[in-house]
């Protein structure tokens, strides 16, 4: 079972508290790899937010790596919080390179390169 929630009066965006909130119940354990999440309608419900808040958040989720949508079967649990991170940090690093005038096949160069 699920235990999230969100502040209203909180300044930050609901969406984003409720994707935080997904992030602190899959690395506690509340929803482990392999497990399906509510339905969005039903956390929605839960958290007295509109669901498409909670689509949001869950799409932010799916786009770091966490989550997987899968027709018919619901949004189901993949990834881990780290692998969230480095993902986000990658995205980070690609919008980085690109203000700077560097071509994906050129990051990769310099990435392979590190090591």
Known sequence: MLTVKVRKEDPTDL???VAAELRRAIAEGEAAPGERLPP???LA???GVNTNTVFRALRLLRDEGLLEFRRGRGVSVVG???RSQVIKQARDLVHYARRHGFRTDELVEIIRNVD
Do not use: C
């Open 80 to 82: 881990l919080p780290e």
């Open 45 to 47: 419900a839960v958290l």
């Open 15 to 17: 969406f984003e508290q």
């Open 40 to 42: 969005a309608k039903d």
